[in-house]
């Protein structure tokens, strides 16, 4: 176990992206990214992908590496960095993962249960039920199927209700009777560090950032997906209320502040994930890289 996997974690918009590329630099190692809304070619602006310069600085996997039109789920996440790192540790002991999607940040770190293949069209008939009625309809269907499950489940989030519902609909069981199985162990030591701050700054750097997002051109890139909207990549904060904003059921200002109100929320469900695992050393956004290397050095070297 000298191999080590340095993990970057915290909610959006804190500076992840920047922290790993200084680990990555300093133990001149490759990132993984754990951001799911960054695997998406056709998505750059609303999911904040690195930079050119960002890219160019570090060695970058899964970034814009399929199509929306895909599915892709965080089994197959689990399964495709896991090879990649293996690959990774052939040249270095040492490999970065960044991101703020909790549980594909544990699919990495300690596997995740295993759940039946899902027929795509029950996902699609979901995601349209989602849009014509809402979320209310397929949480009572959950609660129906599976009490056990949503008893625990973030009830807001159509991404984990969906999740579940299909597995349901397509082995005829509770999704709960397919959790918290046998995991296969790991052949690396994960580290976390956690990137934070007080709620206000978390909150303000959002609002900055949808701003900058706007100004980049978001509207544009979102006309482009409009087509395609039913689609489950694209059922994500900073898309749906701008597709929500082209059917004409906000003003374009109502839209933008939609997408920072769901931006915030979408941190602090990030921080609740994050804060309940005590193996996270949380560190102030601000703490100069130095300060992290220090405590990194004392991990791998400990």
């Not at 069209?121 to 499950?149: A, C, H, S, T």
């Amino acid at each position: 176990m000298n191999k080590h996997l340095i993990s970057v974690v915290g909610p959006t918009a804190i500076g992840k992206t920047a922290m790993a590329i200084e680990i990555a630099r300093h133990y001149n190692c490759e990132i993984i990214s754990a951001d799911s809304r960054q695997f998406f070619k056709e998505m750059s602006i609303g999911t904040a992908v690195p930079s050119e310069a960002e890219l160019k600085a570090a060695k970058h996997h899964f970034i814009q590496n399929i199509s929306v039109e895909e599915d892709y789920s965080v089994g197959d996440f689990e399964r495709d960095a896991i090879e990649k790192l293996k690959e990774i540790y052939k040249q270095n002991n040492i490999a970065v993962m960044a991101g703020g999607s909790g549980l594909y940040v544990k699919a990495v770190t300690e596997g995740l249960d295993h759940f039946p293949e899902v027929d795509s069209k029950i996902r699609e008939q979901l995601n349209e039920e989602l849009l014509e009625n809402g979320i209310f309809g397929l949480q009572q269907k959950l609660q129906e199927l599976d009490p056990v499950y949503y008893s625990k489940v973030d009830k807001e989030n159509p991404h984990r209700i969906i999740r579940a519902l299909e597995v349901c609909l397509q082995s005829g069981k509770p999704y709960s009777a397919f959790r918290n199985q046998q995991k296969t162990p790991r052949t690396f030591h994960p580290i976390f560090v956690g990137l934070t701050s007080d709620r206000e700054v978390i909150y303000d750097r959002i609002n900055q950032r949808v701003d900058l997002m706007m100004k980049e051109g978001l509207l544009e890139e979102v006309k482009k997906l409009y087509p395609k909207r039913a689609l489950n990549a694209l059922n994500t904060v900073g898309y749906k209320e701008l597709f929500q904003f082209l059917e004409g059921n906000f003003t374009l200002e109502e839209a933008v502040a939609e997408i920072k109100k769901n931006t915030r929320r979408f941190a602090k469900r990030q921080l609740t994930w994050f804060r309940k695992q005590p193996e996270i050393k949380w560190f102030d956004y601000q703490t100069p890289a130095e300060e992290i290397m220090v405590y990194l050095e004392s991990k791998t070297h400990g």
